[in-house]
């Protein structure tokens, strides 16, 4: 996880009402935490999870098996894909 010192090297403002910041600040002075840190860390936690699972591929039983028989059994190439194949390679551009 990344140090208290490293997330704090950008700015980040947004705006509440009093009534969500008051809940906020108790909420964090329960944790033990200052509000900034609270805040911080759920929100993380959450993109985390968010880019997690997005990052998974997930498959119903039926896509499962189509796609085992597809690794088992692939389809002959198609004319496109012959095309597509016989390009040439594009350059590696340095940066």
Not at 15 to 25: F, G, I, Q, R, Y
Not at 46 to 74: C, F, M, N, Y
Not at 85 to 94: F, S, T, V
């Amino acid at each position: 996880m990344e140090t208290t010192q490293g997330l704090r090297q950008a700015r980040m403002e947004f705006k509440t009402t009093a009534d969500m910041k008051v809940l906020l600040s108790q909420a964090a002075a329960l944790d033990g935490l200052d509000l900034t840190s609270f805040v911080l860390g759920s929100a993380i936690e959450k993109a985390r999870k968010v880019l997690s699972e997005h990052a998974r591929i997930t498959l119903a039983k039926e896509g499962q098996a189509a796609l085992a028989r597809l690794l088992v059994r692939p389809s002959q190439p198609t004319t496109a894909m012959k095309e597509l194949m016989d390009l040439p390679d594009l350059p590696i551009r340095n940066a």
